[in-house]
Structures are given as structure tokens and as C-alpha cells.
């Protein structure tokens, strides 16, 4: 049963225009996520929030900035997209550091 | 070259019929993380491992931290199990981030 939602599931953009991406956990874990999946299925983590603080940034693009407002929703906005940031984003939670992940169903977004 | 390597990249099973998925690492995992990413592309939690061994029902995971690799046994493939198989890892100087392989795409054939 899902307890990770993220809307929209879909979203098509033109480049130059700004997205948010939103994510909300219902599980009451502390820690949340996002990743980015390539046309390859790779996937590598962009942010990890826990408590309010960010704790990982993996070198992301500036136009990439997670935005929290408490420790169920973590959202994703990119302020100026590009069109190699067409992918998958998968909003994801866990109870603590390094403990089993819950995704949600995914992000996907289309820049033209 | 990749932290986390998974072997088969793909496979294709017949229903009932058993196998092995493979991960290899080159950092030094504490722990790992098997999952699966279903059609709709959400990616479901099968097991989270220590050093040892995991059974779920028709899924079986093992994990060597010493000889570095991970396993994931599947008996009695069925249709559901269709999807993409993936292997996460955490290295204890990582803090809070997993290392994902790059994943075995698995189809059961009737």
C-alpha cells in the first residue's frame, strides 16, 4: 500500500520554465528523499532531508533547490529546467540513516 | 567504473523455474537493499540486509559484507515477479546515502 504520494505523476515543460515536484510521506519517518532515474534506470540521490536539515546534496545543478516545510513533505523544484533533466524523480522515506527506503511512484518529467 | 554491479542485466525466466540475481560491490557495504520497480515505477522494499541471510516467502537474499557481494534467490518464478531488480548499498563513511546498482530487468514467460 502506497504511503509516499507524489504529484504529478507526469509532467511535459518546455525549457526555461520552472517545476516543483511534491512528495508527502504518511509513514512519520524523519528522513526523506529524492532521486533522479535516467533513460538508463540509473538511479542516484539529489537530497536527503532529516529534520528540517539537508544532510546530502549529491553536486546537483543550482536550479535544483528540495523545499520542506516539516518532516512528512519534501518537495523538488527546479527553477529553470534543461532538457537533460528529463527523467524519473522518485520521492522516497525511511525511519532513520540507512534504514529500508519507501518510495513513492515516481515523477516523471519531459522537458521539450 | 561502477560502485555497485549487478549481473544478470537481464533475464527472461519461465513460470515455476528458478534463479539468481548478483551484486557486486567495490565499496565496503554495510548493508544492502533489494528492490523491486513494478510497472507503475514505484520501487518496493523486498529486503534490507546486514551481513546474513534473508527468506520472504519465494524470495531468498543473502549478503557476504567480507567476499563483498550480494545475492537474490527466486523459487517458483511467477508472472507478478516481471519488473526490475535492484540492489542498493550502504557504505558506512556514506551517512545517509545508498549506492543503487545498475539493475536486472527480469521477464517470466508463461
Known amino acids: 500500500e502506497t504511503a509516499v504520494f507524489q504529484t504529478p505523476n507526469y509532467h511535459v515543460t518546455q525549457v526555461g520554465n520552472e517545476v516543483s515536484f511534491n512528495c508527502k510521506q504518511t509513514?512519520?519517518?524523519?528522513?526523506m528523499y529524492w532521486y533522479k532515474q535516467d533513460s538508463k534506470k540509473l538511479l542516484k540521490i539529489m537530497f536527503s532531508?532529516?529534520?528540517?536539515?539537508?544532510?546530502v546534496n549529491e553536486t546537483v545543478p543550482r536550479r535544483f533547490s528540495p523545499q520542506s516545510s516539516d518532516k512528512a513533505h519534501l518537495n523538488l523544484r527546479i527553477k529553470s529546467v534543461e532538457p537533460e533533466d528529463s527523467a524519473v524523480y522518485l520521492c522516497?522515506?525511511?525511519?532513520?540513516?540507512?534504514?529500508?527506503?519507501?518510495f513513492g511512484e515516481g515523477s516523471r518529467l519531459i522537458v521539450v | 567504473g561502477d560502485k555497485v554491479k549487478q549481473s544478470p542485466s537481464a533475464l527472461s525466466l519461465q513460470e515455476g523455474t528458478n534463479s539468481a540475481l548478483r551484486c557486486n560491490f567495490s565499496?565496503?557495504?554495510?548493508?544492502v537493499q533489494w528492490f523491486l520497480q513494478n510497472p507503475r515505477g514505484s520501487l518496493i522494499n523486498l529486503f534490507y540486509?546486514?551481513?546474513g541471510t534473508k527468506e520472504n516467502g519465494r524470495l531468498k537474499s543473502t549478503f557476504n559484507s567480507k567476499e563483498s557481494y550480494s545475492t537474490l534467490h527466486i523459487r517458483d518464478a511467477q508472472l507478478e515477479d516481471s519488473g526490475t531488480y535492484f540492489c542498493a548499498a550502504e557504505a558506512g563513511n556514506m551517512g545517509y546515502k545508498l549506492t543503487f546498482g545498475t539493475g536486472t530487468s527480469l521477464l517470466v514467460d508463461p
Open positions: 540486509l546486514v551481513p
Open positions: 565499496i565496503a557495504a554495510t548493508t
Open positions: 532531508y532529516n529534520n528540517k536539515q539537508l544532510i
Open positions: 509513514l512519520g519517518h524523519d528522513t
Open positions: 522516497a522515506s525511511s525511519d532513520n540513516s540507512g534504514n529500508t527506503l519507501y
